[in-house]
């Protein structure tokens, strides 16, 4: 058996210990300096530690006071190995040198991480982009009633508007107008207007209970549907299908390629049915009414009347209804003046997400389709949301910017947005139709990321 040299044993270990062996021969060159050691913890202060790197208040515990003797005793300790030559033990071991771009050190993580609560996402986007309207059209004669819905923006890029009688065609490309349609009785006028799905025909409901459908390139009257017996003040397609809602309390869902078109007749309301919207899916529709309730339909069970939910959370009515363009089973829902709540629910669990009171009529709700905002429009209220645009961060709903609004604080009764997503377009009490650039583009996904963009992004996460 060899005899142990205890000594030489002894003092290797402490060699390696204090001076590792790979560290005493010529290092690598790196370009990622730092603090890679692993300390002594009976020598720290780890309470005092814990508070330097946590706390962000500069010098919250003083200029430390260190005199030129503890200096010199930390270079030496720090610069030189047990037997005296000179080495650096607070070097960060990275990866080589090479032609990848380098990156910056974790201080200007932390600091532009301290800069974020200032600049939250919504108000550096919305700096971008002008909280005014781009365009103002006069619009006589533009109906000041919570129940009627006028104001479509079809496919093809054409805004169909209802102003007394008459039904216009906006043509936003070339700036003009013309009418495609004008009801002729007396005492009767359009109510509600649709544009079919491949944007060539237009649904016009009217107060008399009549509901027609108008192809748009030849201004004629391709034919008429029966059904109600009193004002059609909401209509939806879905495809081939055309949904209507009236104040005859009735739902209809009329097939427009057949000659008795009248596919399901619901009478579940028990007041007017004051709006109607089909999922992104097609095959839920869900209906507002006056009577405060929420119902969401299977298509291929309404002719039973058996729908599969029923919302009974609203103190008023309730026309502003609209899907979540990115989720197809999450419905949004305002209610009217006497409850002034904006609801998110649920339609396959049949349960309410978030409840938002914002104090006013609900007239109009739509969604951003490229970001996750939805914005809505203000009647009569309690509070300064009244009359007014609203625009909301989701989920959280929580408030960005501030209100927007039409001339004289009048009602927002009407809301629709353009093929892009971009615009919003606005009809309010005070005869005007208002264009909104409110909504941001879409982000660009290039996925052209340099090495510094993905170490920022990190950021958030905790570095350990």
């Given at each position: 058996?060899?005899?142990?040299n205890y000594d030489n044993s002894l003092r290797r270990l402490e060699q390696d210990w204090y001076s590792p062996t790979r560290l005493l021969s010529n290092p690598v060159d790196y370009d990622f300096p730092g603090d890679r050691f692993i300390p002594n913890r009976s020598l720290m202060d780890l309470d005092q530690a814990h508070t330097l790197l946590t706390n962000r208040t500069n010098n919250i515990l003083g200029k430390p006071k260190f005199n030129d003797e503890y200096r010199r005793k930390m270079e030496e300790n720090l610069k030189l190995d047990v037997e005296g030559r000179p080495f650096r033990m607070l070097v960060f071991?990275?990866?080589p040198k090479s032609s990848r771009q380098s990156t910056r050190l974790i201080d200007e993580m932390r600091r532009s991480d301290e800069e974020i609560p200032l600049q939250t996402h919504d108000h550096r986007r919305h700096k971008k982009f002008r909280l005014k309207e781009t365009r103002i059209l006069d619009a006589p004669l533009?109906?000041?009633?919570y129940?009627?819905?006028?104001?479509d923006w079809g496919k093809s890029n054409l805004l169909a508007v209802v102003l007394g009688r008459k039904l216009y065609i906006w043509n936003d490309e070339v700036k003009n107008a013309q009418i495609l349609m004008e009801v002729m009785r007396e005492h009767d006028y359009p109510t509600s207007v649709a544009w079919s799905d491949d944007a060539k025909i237009v649904a016009v409901g009217c107060i008399s209970s009549k509901l027609q459908l108008w192809d748009a390139e030849t201004s004629k009257l391709v034919r008429d549907l029966q059904g109600h017996k009193s004002r059609v003040g909401c209509v939806a397609w879905n495809g081939h299908i055309l949904t209507s809602g009236s104040k005859d309390k009735a739902i209809v869902n009329h097939d427009v390629r057949a000659r008795n078109s009248v596919v399901s007749l619901t009478r579940v309301h028990r007041g007017e049915v004051c709006g109607v919207k089909w999922s992104s899916t097609g095959n839920v529709l869900a209906s507002g009414g006056n009577d405060n309730l929420v119902y969401i339909w299977d298509f291929r069970k309404m002719s039973s009347r058996h729908h599969m939910h029923k919302f009974n959370e609203h103190n008023a009515a309730v026309k502003a209804i609209a899907w979540c363009p990115y989720k197809s089973d999450v419905l949004a829902s305002g209610g009217g003046i006497n409850d002034g709540c904006l609801k998110i629910w649920n339609t396959k669990k049949g349960t309410c997400i978030s409840t938002t009171e914002t104090g006013s009529q609900i007239c109009g709700i739509q969604w951003n389709r490229h970001h996750k905002e939805i914005l809505s429009g203000h009647g009569f209220g309690t509070t300064e949301r009244g009359c007014k645009l609203c625009l909301w961060s989701y989920p959280s709903m929580a408030r960005i910017g501030e209100p927007?609004?039409?001339?004289?604080?009048?009602r927002v009764l009407h809301l629709t947005q353009s093929p892009d997503g971009l615009t919003v377009v606005?009809?309010?009490a005070d005869e005007t139709i208002r264009f909104w650039e409110i909504f941001a583009p879409p982000q660009n996904d290039s996925g052209n990321n340099t090495?510094?963009?993905n170490l920022l992004s990190l950021k958030a996460s905790a570095v350990r």
């Open positions: 058996m060899n005899e142990i071991r990275g990866s533009l109906s000041d009633d129940y009627s819905n006028v104001m927007l609004h039409h001339a004289n604080s009048s606005s009809g309010g090495d510094l963009d």
